[in-house]
């Protein structure tokens, strides 16, 4: 799908095409996001918060916490043009399933790339679910964080 052709009207289940492929605007991790994070979930494992003990991890450094990047991610995802569509049509998130097969540092600037992987009708005809594969990539063009979130999408009213 061209965004352009999406214009200014919402975003039906319809609308979506599996192999659609979408890209979030950039957003680098900061350590005020790791310690503001730390703080808000509890969080203080010391691969997060303890320099010096990071240094003897496999890491080298301090990686970013999964869900602070899952949450980075969420973020970057309502900031597309495509959400901005999309966002009077959803009914609910029903699902996410993701792993992350490579840290984040602080100081890495990521971006999201969303693709419609599949899609399904449900047992009600004003509605269906879109399964989005999302990746967050970082400035080397590594994948930290991979998965897809299901999400329930009204139809387009008759």
Known sequence: ?????????????????????????TRTVTEADVVNFAGLSADYN???????????TPYGQRIA????VLAV?????????????????????????CRFPMPTFIGDTLRVRVEVAEKSETSKPDRGVVAFRRQVINQRGEVVVEGVWKLLV?????
Do not use: W
């Open 46 to 56: 010391r691969l997060h918060v303890d320099a010096e003990f990071a240094k003897d």
């Open 1 to 25: 799908m061209i965004l352009s052709a999406l214009r200014a009207e919402p975003c039906y289940f319809e609308d979506l095409g599996i192999g659609d492929t979408f890209d979030s605007p």
């Open 73 to 97: 991610m969420s973020g970057l995802v309502t900031r597309m043009q495509l959400n901005q569509h999309l966002e009077p049509s959803l009914l609910g998130l029903l699902d996410i399933q």
């Open 65 to 68: 916490h999964g869900l602070l």
């Open 154 to 158: 009204k139809r387009r009213p008759a």
